[in-house]
């Protein structure tokens, strides 16, 4: 006895397509406009640093303590032992973000178990 499998529409998968080129361009912007750029983090260093500039010093530290790499691990491990929804948008995202923002230690590995757990999502 053959058990098909489910399948799903072109607009589900497109949705997922779509959500996660979007945290990857979201996570790009960032690390390229952000971060990276040796004149923002020199601005940032004076006394009179702009106020957006504690902005980017969170983000620097979640890079710090790999927050992206963790969430995306827990999100990812989260989705295969209970399936949850928000866990796997959890895993799908914060992984991404992981990979993209110097965390792909634990990102990939959140992103390995939230893809095995997608499809039956």
Do not use: K
């Given at each position: ?15 997922w397509l779509i959500a996660g080129g979007a945290i990857l361009a979201l996570a790009l912007a960032l690390r390229y406009l952000l971060i990276e750029p040796h004149e923002i983090g020199i601005a ?78």
């Amino acid at each position: 006895m053959t058990v098909a499998a489910p399948s799903w529409p072109r607009s589900r998968i497109m949705s997922w397509l779509i959500a996660g080129g979007a945290i990857l361009a979201l996570a790009l912007a960032l690390r390229y406009l952000l971060i990276e750029p040796h004149e923002i983090g020199i601005a940032c260093a004076n006394e009179d640093a702009p106020g957006w500039c504690a902005g980017r010093q969170a983000v620097v530290m979640m890079h710090i303590w790999q927050v992206w790499g963790w969430l995306g691990l827990a999100g990812g491990g989260l989705a295969i032992a209970f399936g949850w929804r928000w866990a796997i948008w959890l895993g799908l995202s914060m992984s991404l973000m992981g990979l993209v923002l110097y965390n792909s230690d634990f990102a990939a590995i959140g992103l390995m178990l939230t893809l095995l757990r997608l499809p039956r999502a």
